[in-house]
């Protein structure tokens, strides 16, 4: 970025925070304002809801995989999604993510940001990181150059030509390995991890961009209990410092680690509740858990 670059996002950025809405007719400055102020790490969640979906709908062939949904999840909160195949957990992702665009609702990052105005790797810059349900590392690279690399992605071809990290950067990357667990295999190339461990790195790249809101699709499917159970202290730390959105079947898994579970079944929102009430929810025992 050039200086006068930065310049003038440091001026917006100010001209932000003083409390000049900017709004118009058209909203359109206002949504400039939310990006550069979300792109300084600030989302706005003084209503205290960091994702807000509202009737939400979606068809594909005239099939309704999403009907009516809404939701929200708080700042900090770690919330699971569980819910029969083909409920639409992932499409509600897909729509979050903007890979997916709704026909019809409402779909806001914190109080100010509509994720429909902003393309999909706009929105990975807004702050809101996407783990799918297979691993997606770099085979060919270490654990420490897969990390490097989450850093560098979006900086621009010369930028990450010259780009090292600096000390903060380093100290980070470190912290950030004693958390995935993967400390001792810095050095090792990702494709000779297990899949547990691949599964770690990728989320590793995602913290490394620092995400507000993560959605993890599946992390646990395929992997072995001890890593199961690795994977749920990591998402409790987690928790708090980032907001977590959790997609699994594992019920052991989502007891360790759940607080609020929401249960989607064709589209909507069935029930909601601990994991407790949920399961003892006739209309869920029903479609999904099984008598
Ligand atoms: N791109 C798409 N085109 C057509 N149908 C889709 C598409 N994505 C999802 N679906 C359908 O939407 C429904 C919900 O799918 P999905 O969101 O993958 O469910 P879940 O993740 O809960 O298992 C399924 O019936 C699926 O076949
Ligand atoms: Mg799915």
């Known amino acids: 970025m050039t200086p006068d670059l930065m310049g003038e996002g440091a001026r917006r950025l100010e001209h932000a925070k003083s409390g000049h809405s900017g709004n118009t007719e058209s909203g359109g400055r206002a949504a400039g304002f939310s990006r550069v102020a979300a792109a300084a790490g600030e989302v706005d969640v003084t209503h205290g809801r960091i994702l807000y979906l509202e009737d939400v709908s979606v068809s594909f062939d005239g099939f309704k995989a999403i009907n009516n949904l809404s939701l929200d999840i708080a700042p900090g909160e770690l919330r699971c999604i569980i819910g029969p195949n083909g409920a639409g ?34 929105i990975a810059q807004l702050g809101i990181g996407r783990k799918f349900q297979k691993p997606t590392v770099f085979e ?106 959790v997609v699994e079947h594992d019920m052991s898994f989502i007891r360790t680690i759940s607080e609020i579970v929401t249960v989607l079944c064709d589209g909507a929102v069935l029930a909601q509740g601990t994991l407790d009430q949920v399961q003892a929810d006739e209309r869920v025992i029903e479609v999904y858990l099984g008598r």
Do not use: C
């Open 140 to 245: 060919q690279l270490t654990v420490f150059e897969n990390l490097e690399l989450a850093l560098k992605t979006n900086k621009g071809v010369k930028a990450s030509m010259f780009f090292k990290l600096d000390s903060a950067q380093s100290d980070r990357l470190a912290e950030l390995l004693h958390t995935i667990h993967l400390t001792d295999s810095v050095n090792r190339l990702a494709g000779n991890l297990s899949h547990g461990q691949k599964q770690w790195l990728e989320i590793g790249m995602l913290l490394m961009q620092d995400p507000k809101l993560l959605l993890l699709d599946e992390p646990v499917a395929g992997m072995t209990d001890e890593e199961t159970a690795r994977t749920a202290e990591l998402f409790l730390t987690l928790k708090g410092k980032h907001s977590l959105m």
């Open 89 to 122: 957990k992932t499409t509600m992702m897909d729509i979050i993510t903007g890979k997916t665009r709704p026909d019809a609702g409402t779909v806001f990052f914190g109080s100010t940001i509509d994720l429909l105005r902003y393309k999909e790797p706009e």
